[in-house]
Structure formats: structure tokens, C-alpha cells
């Protein structure tokens, strides 16, 4: 089992920027990725990186704006958000991904963002 910690949310303005962090430890990981659940909605995808960083995926909502990226000797994923908006607001979860399934998950960062 994989252990994931996330931090790094707050209370922003639309427009701000906002890094959210996720240290993975323990486990086997093919991808660390970030989901994010607003109230009242379905959690959804918001990017993904591979355990070697090669590769990268966005969502499209967030492509452009977030940028996934990870460090491999601190076994960390950053998420870095830009140009934030009020429909950001969420709790973001990170996740770990291992034979074709997200395993394990952190406790979840709240992330506002006030218009």
C-alpha cells in the first residue's frame, strides 16, 4: 500500500497560483495523479505524471493553466496552478496508480478560490 500526504491548499483570488504537493512512500507506483472534488460533484481527474516523469496528462480543463511534476528524490508530485479560478475550488486528492487501477489515496487539500 502506497501512503500519500497531501499539502499546500489555501484560500486564493481568482488569478493567483497555488502549489499543492503529495509525498508518496511505501508501495509500487506506475503514476501519481492529481483529482480534485468540488460539493455536490463527482470526483474527477485533473493530471497525471509517470514514476519516471516522462510522460503527462491533463485534464482538459486544467491543460494550460496546472502543470504536474515530480521529484524523484524526494518521492514527491508538485502540482503547480495557475491563473486560478473560483471553479477550481475543491478538495484535490492525490493518487497513486498501479496495474491499471488508482490504488491509494491521500486525505485530500481544500483548495478556494475566491472570485
Known amino acids: 500500500q502506497v501512503q500519500l500526504v497531501e499539502s499546500g491548499g489555501g484560500l486564493v483570488q481568482a488569478g493567483d497560483s497555488l502549489r499543492l504537493s503529495c509525498a508518496a512512500s511505501?508501495?509500487?507506483?506506475?503514476?501519481l495523479g492529481w483529482f480534485r472534488q468540488a460539493p455536490g460533484k463527482e470526483r474527477e481527474f485533473v493530471a497525471a505524471?509517470?514514476?519516471?516523469?516522462?510522460?503527462?496528462y491533463y485534464a482538459d480543463s486544467t491543460k494550460g493553466r496546472f502543470t504536474i511534476s515530480r521529484d524523484n528524490a524526494k518521492n514527491t508530485v508538485y502540482l503547480q496552478m495557475n491563473s486560478l479560478k473560483p471553479e477550481d475550488t475543491a478538495v484535490y486528492y492525490c493518487a497513486s496508480y498501479y496495474r491499471s487501477i488508482w490504488s491509494d489515496w491521500g486525505q485530500g487539500t481544500q483548495v478556494t478560490v475566491s472570485s
Open positions: 505524471i509517470t514514476w519516471s516523469g516522462l510522460n503527462t
Open positions: 511505501g508501495g509500487t507506483v506506475s503514476r
